[in-house]
């Protein structure tokens, strides 16, 4: 199973071949600035579509603390999103309170997980939409 670094790799080296179909559903790339180095991060994230963007979750597993990636975001809302072989930049922004409430269960329906990872943490988990630029 892909994970971390070879994951990224591996789906950037063979245009999202390997690794977009991960564990029984699919994964974008993000790559976020850092909000301290200022170098780029990029992030393999199970997603789905929602119109013409594209949502993710900043569930981190359920912990207290929030991904790195999306404190990035939330210094520095450009991205650049990979899905499959399509590269293109974007704006990420955390999803609206309708806008979670709809989106959450359409996430939880692809990774049940998440329902598991809200339960385990106070924080409200992040509903992140990745709208092109």
Do not use: C
Request: hydrophobic share 30%; aromatic share 10%.
């Amino acid at each position: 199973m892909l994970y971390g670094r070879e994951h990224v790799e591996k789906y950037q080296e063979t245009g999202g071949k390997i690794g977009h179909d991960w564990n029984g559903t699919v994964t974008l790339l993000l790559t976020t600035t850092g909000r301290v180095t200022g170098r780029e991060y990029t992030t393999p994230l199970i997603y789905q579509p929602d119109g013409d963007a594209y949502v993710v979750v900043a569930s981190k597993g359920g912990s207290d603390e929030h991904p790195q990636w999306y404190e990035n975001i939330l210094r520095n809302d450009r991205v650049t999103v990979q899905v499959r072989d399509e590269v293109f930049p974007a704006r990420a922004r955390t999803a609206s309170e309708d806008e979670r409430t709809r989106l959450w269960p359409k996430m939880a329906a692809v990774w049940p997980a998440y329902d598991e990872y809200q339960e385990k943490t106070d924080r409200q988990i992040p509903v992140v939409v990745l709208e092109r630029v």
